[in-house]
């Protein structure tokens, strides 16, 4: 990745590095390879690419609060790459097939790996995660509809027990440490 003031540094630039790669016996991906503008309330022009994807960050305009309030910010959040992998991890848990564990051991089991994408994608737009936390507590439901005979087939019940468990425990899931995922869902929803 690299930064230019014009477009036309970037396009000599472009130029030079695939020159020197040939050199070598190598070429730039042309998948991999475009020139972004930068789009934001100071640059306003127009382009073909105004957005890119980096290491599980999209890079683009979004909004953003300053002193003198509301304005477009160049900035990244989590990417719709990065957050369907998260999803299928999620998945992949299986949740509500253990039903044999309780719910102490799921949130040991699964508590790193929900920290560390927190770590990582909570640095910027941390509203982006909130969508992944509520993905998790609707996981949770279906194992609870699993594990409880009391709750099967009323869904309702099952978010009512999540919450009351999380009113309880708040620390017991990485993920409740974010913005109420639970609270805002209505209850009965499923």
Known sequence: MVHCDTEDQTRNLQVAVADRLGALGL????????????????RRGIAEHTSFDFLGYTFRGRLAKGQRG???????????????????????WHLKRRSGADLSDIAEGINPQ???WINYYGA???????????????????????????????????WAWLHAV?????????????ASSTRRRPVGAG
């Not at 070429?27 to 020139?35: D, F």
């Not at 999380?166 to 974010?178: D, I």
Request: glycine share 2%.
């Open 27 to 42: 070429e730039l991906h042309p998948e991999k390879t475009k020139i972004v503008y930068c789009k934001d309330t100071n």
């Open 166 to 178: 999380r009113q309880r425990e708040p620390k017991l899931f990485a993920h409740w440490a974010l």
């Open 114 to 116: 929900v920290r560390g």
């Open 70 to 92: 509301l304005f477009v910010s160049f900035s990244p959040s989590m990417s719709k790459t990065a957050m369907k992998a998260v999803g299928l991890t999620i998945r992949a």
């Open 124 to 158: 910027f737009y941390h509203s982006e995660l909130y969508s992944l936390a509520a993905r998790i507590d609707q996981h949770l439901v279906r194992w609870a509809l699993h594990k409880f005979k009391r709750l099967k087939h009323c869904h309702k019940r099952a």
